[in-house]
């Protein structure tokens, strides 16, 4: 069975610090893999995807960057956080045709 | 994607049968209807989906009327830990977004 993993699940980061996330998947390959925040009270905004290695769409001009190493490793980042970047940053993981999103625990980031 | 309505809140009794309400009247015939929930702090959990067939798999049922304008997810034997957020979205094949909305939160009670 997929399974999907993401960490840290928690961080705590000071304004202008760098920042990196890494979500992998697990038991399937060539996954679109993506990257969702959820701030509070709001719903889902889609920041990036990738239907392969090396390949990230952006949906939101943004303080965040996406790189996709190998086909079951996501990692998002930043050179300077904002305050604004505070959120819970989600990873999801989808395949096939109609497919369906997976998403992975989640990591809780609060930036001071 | 078509937009949703769900009552705000809900609550159900332990080992009662849950039925959550979704609208979507102005569904297109490509989209899909998905059922997702969220507890507390953690990710979105998938429940089901369909396109105008009724679904059932081990987690629940989806009702989907026979003019697609609103749908029921029903969980046959609600615990306390189907206590969450559920989500109703409707989503085409080609989209990438998945678009929550505020959701129904549904209370099971002891």
């Known amino acids: 069975s997929q399974t999907i993993h993401q960490w840290p699940a928690t961080l705590v980061q000071p304004v202008g610090s760098p920042l990196s996330l890494e979500c992998t998947v697990e038991?399937?390959?060539?996954?679109?893999l993506y990257w969702y925040r959820q701030a509070a009270g709001r719903g889902l905004q889609l920041l990036f995807y990738?239907?392969?290695?090396?390949?990230i769409s952006s949906e939101v001009p943004q303080n965040l960057s996406a790189s996709r190493p190998q086909d079951r490793q996501f990692i998002l980042s930043s050179k300077k956080l904002l305050l604004s970047d505070s959120g819970f940053y989600l990873c999801?993981?989808?395949?096939?045709?109609?497919?369906?999103?997976?998403f992975g625990p989640g990591t809780r980031l609060l930036v001071l | 994607d078509a937009k949703t309505t769900q009552p705000p809140s809900m609550d159900c009794a332990e080992g009662r049968a849950a039925n959550l309400p979704c609208n979507h009247s102005?569904?297109?015939?490509?989209?899909?209807v998905y059922w997702y929930r969220q507890i507390h702090s953690q990710g979105p959990q998938y429940i089901i989906h369909?396109?105008?067939n009724n679904e059932t798999n081990e987690m629940a049922s989806l009702i989907i009327t026979e003019d697609r304008k609103s749908s029921t997810l029903i969980l046959p034997h609600a615990t306390l830990r189907d206590t969450a957020v559920y989500y109703c979205?409707?989503?085409?094949?080609?989209?990438?977004?998945?678009?929550f909305g505020s959701g129904t939160q549904l209370t099971v009670l002891p």
């Open positions: 999801a993981w989808g395949a096939g045709h109609q497919e369906t999103q997976y």
């Open positions: 038991g399937t390959s060539n996954p679109n």
């Open positions: 990738s239907v392969g290695i090396g390949q």
């Open positions: 102005t569904i297109s015939g490509n989209e899909y």
């Open positions: 369909g396109l105008k």
């Open positions: 979205i409707v989503r085409s094949g080609s989209a990438r977004q998945l678009t």
